[in-house]
């Protein structure tokens, strides 16, 4: 499977967004959950992403219908849900994101998803959903998960996941590295995909070989708080009067 690289959108700014799709990612989280935006500011986004190519995502805060099936209607191509631990709770999440006699999905002729009733909804594909593994239940659940129809990418938490396994290593199956390497094999074993979050760009090549498809680095927030940290460090240095 081809590697797709994402970065997060935690600020909430549809010029961020707009800046961001233009440079050359495949794909853009818009993050509800740890974000500093409310709903009202992923419309804007998805506006300045739209006509760019580049797939928008949006990680709703928690596994409630009303807040998927809203994101959806504004046209997203997919949503991520944290702390998917259980094949039933996946297969719940599925139904919210599907109508009648698939799931329980409300419908709607008019929403931006069908270019406001432009076009039939029997056009427009199904979304991507992409369940997070973030706890030792997840991971031990992997392979459930995996096999639920509708789930395609079981993406790793790492901050989650690392803070589970730092304080209940006892109930884990293994270390952090063991952890990831069953999560991504069970998604290979059911023809899914798999996906994490990095901090670190030099950390691609190394996740890309491990098997993970599904790559995003850093967020617009750490992107400019580094920058700005880094120039601030740099001019004090060339002129310390400054300081």
Not at 148 to 176: C, K, M, T
Not at 211 to 237: C, M, P, W
Request: glycine fraction near 10%; charged fraction near 20%.
């Amino acid at each position: 499977m081809k590697t797709k690289l994402g970065t997060w959108l935690s600020i909430g700014s549809p010029v961020i967004a707009e800046l961001a799709a233009q440079s050359g990612f495949d794909w853009l989280l818009l993050d509800l959950e740890h974000g500093c935006g409310s709903e009202a500011a992923i419309l804007p986004q998805l506006q300045a992403i739209r006509g760019t190519g580049v797939s928008a995502m949006v990680r709703v805060g928690a596994p409630h219908p009303d807040l998927i099936a809203r994101v959806l209607d504004w046209g997203v191509h997919g949503i991520m849900v944290p702390h998917v631990n259980s094949a039933t709770e996946a297969e719940e999440i599925v139904r919210s994101t599907r109508y009648s006699p698939g799931g329980h999905r409300g419908y709607s002729r008019t929403v931006r998803a069908n270019d406001y009733g432009l076009r039939p909804i029997g056009e427009v594909p199904p979304p991507m959903v992409m369940a997070q593994i973030e706890t030792i239940e997840g991971v031990r659940c992997a392979g459930e998960i995996a096999q639920v129809d509708g789930i395609d990418v079981l993406f790793i938490g790492p901050a989650d996941l690392g803070h589970d396994l730092q304080h209940r290593a006892e109930a884990a199956p293994g270390d952090y590295d063991h952890c990831l390497s069953l999560v991504v094999e069970a998604a290979r074993a059911a023809g899914k995909r798999s996906g994490i979050l990095l901090r670190d760009v030099s950390d691609l090549a190394k996740y890309r070989d491990l098997g993970f498809t599904h790559l995003a680095v850093d967020s617009d927030l750490a992107i400019l708080r580094q920058s700005y940290q880094q120039t601030n460090l740099a001019a004090k240095a060339l002129a310390p009067h400054l300081s």
